[in-house]
């Protein structure tokens, strides 16, 4: 038997309270309680990377965590990216470099790429491509998504001077 429990979280910077059932993962709650649909669930399995998301600093798969962890965490999913209406630079060399097709991973290798540039602003490809190991693309192969990341790197080097 399940039982309902309010849940205290910081979202992409907002303070929320949700109602989440006890068996209801992370991936769920972002989806059906607090209305960022830009998580994807994937293989609900931990293996394809689409659900990502930073919890407390670090990537998760969001179907694999309990809703209920999310008590007093930190998250960022891909909504959280994007200040207003000006998308970060990983959006932006997403779509110049056409790096994606159906869009059901691109959420998570953007979450994924950000975490990897919040930690070192200038990675190598081998880099890029250990870190984002996790996330798995069927459709566009993975050379773009490689130089989608190295260009915001770059722009992301450029803006800070």
Not at 75 to 98: N, S
Request: charged residues 25%.
């Amino acid at each position: 038997m399940s039982t309902n429990r309010m849940v205290s979280t910081t979202i992409n910077g907002e303070d929320m309270a949700l109602i989440i059932d006890d068996r209801m993962t992370l991936l769920d709650a972002l989806r059906d309680r607090a209305g960022l649909t830009g998580t994807k669930e994937g293989c609900l399995s931990g293996d394809c990377g689409a659900c990502s998301v930073i919890m407390n600093d670090r990537v998760v798969d969001s179907c694999l965590v309990m809703a209920a962890e999310a008590e007093g965490a930190a998250i960022v999913t891909v909504e959280g990216l994007a200040d207003g209406t000006e998308l970060h630079p990983l959006q932006r060399r997403f779509l110049e470099q056409a790096a994606l097709q159906c869009g059901i991973c691109t959420p998570g290798f953007l979450v994924t790429a950000k975490s990897l540039l919040d930690r070192n602003n200038n990675p190598s490809a081998a880099e890029i491509r250990l870190w984002l190991a996790g996330n798995l693309c069927r459709c566009t192969g993975y050379d773009k998504i490689i130089r989608a990341v190295e260009g915001a790197s770059a722009d992301l080097r450029a803006a800070k001077g």
